[in-house]
């Protein structure tokens, strides 16, 4: 489980990483604080649930035991369905990458695992 005092704090969502396959699960109890002024899932927030969880999957991806450092190149959405209530869960993949790259693909489905928003990211990986 990943805390994180900033942005997980304000929005609430959680993030759970499997060391041993190097997956991660983000998922949000939708609240009011959630939802645009039509009811459903604000964009931003289904942005910001799968730049965590593309992020986190590429820092698996090149670093599964440090969690590598990373910035977001380029995140790409597109919006599919509606989430009203309940809980959301993103769950992502590498599709390619190397040393300091890589590209991911990543999806926000409901609690029905209807797809909400799809995501292709490319993630830089930071040197220290």
């Known amino acids: ?14 993030t759970v990483i ?6 991660c699960l983000v998922t949000l109890d939708l609240q009011p604080q959630h939802l645009n002024r039509h009811g459903i899932l604000h964009g931003g927030i289904a942005a910001t649930l ?4 593309c992020g986190n999957t ?3 991806f090149f670093d599964p035991e440090n969690h590598a450092a990373l910035v977001t190149v380029s995140l790409t959405l ?4 509606a989430g009203r209530s ?3 869960r993103a769950r992502a993949r590498v599709t390619g990458g190397g040393a300091s790259i890589a590209h991911v693909f990543g999806e926000l489905v409901d609690a029905d695992d209807r797809v909400l928003t799809t995501a292709t990211g490319v993630f830089k990986r930071l040197r220290k």
Do not use: F, T
């Open 86 to 88: 309940g809980e959301v």
């Open 58 to 60: 590429a820092s698996q």
């Open 18 to 23: 499997d060391r041993a396959d190097g997956s």
């Open 1 to 14: 489980m990943i805390e994180d005092p900033g942005c997980q704090q304000l929005v609430g969502y959680k």
């Open 50 to 53: 799968l730049d965590v969880v």
């Open 78 to 81: 597109s919006y599919v369905a």
